[in-house]
């Protein structure tokens, strides 16, 4: 099976457990974090659709091995709230989808255009001027 066959095979199935979730309204603090990664992975790898397979191949990787312990620290982390003003579960069940969808941004872009880091850096702290220039603009 080629690679991108098993992208769209993937993408279904990514694309269904969303649409399931959010028909369901299954939204405990792991169904959180499984409608966003679902989310996550799906759009990328919409985008995986269109690169090598090099790059899918070391994505999938590290994907799996994330979304594993990511779902362990979810499932383990307390339900008390601590130094956030919300309990841990939640926080982590938002913010490890957020991370994924981050790290899989560089992970492309840096496979892809042989970038090295400092580059990728530099990249990401004119981006995020420009970005809070707007919001500050606009607000």
Do not use: Q
């Not at 993937?10 to 457990?17: E, H, K, N, S």
């Not at 312990?69 to 939640?90: A, C, E, K």
């Amino acid at each position: 099976m080629s690679y991108r066959k098993k992208i769209l095979l993937i993408l279904l199935v990514a694309l269904l457990i969303t649409i399931s979730l959010h028909l369901n309204r299954f939204f405990t603090s792991l169904g959180n974090s499984l409608y966003y990664f679902s989310l996550v992975v799906s759009f990328v790898l919409f985008v995986m659709a269109f690169l090598k397979e090099e790059v899918f191949n070391t994505w999938k990787k590290f994907t799996i091995i994330y979304v594993f312990v990511s779902m362990l620290i979810i499932i383990f982390s307390s339900d008390r709230t601590g130094f956030i003003p919300f309990n841990y579960r939640d926080f982590f069940s938002y913010y490890l989808p957020i991370s994924l969808f981050a790290t899989s941004i560089f992970m492309t872009t840096k496979y892809t255009y042989k970038w090295s880091l400092p580059i990728i850096i530099l990249f990401g702290h004119f981006v995020g001027m420009i970005i809070w220039y707007i919001i500050a603009v606009v607000i």
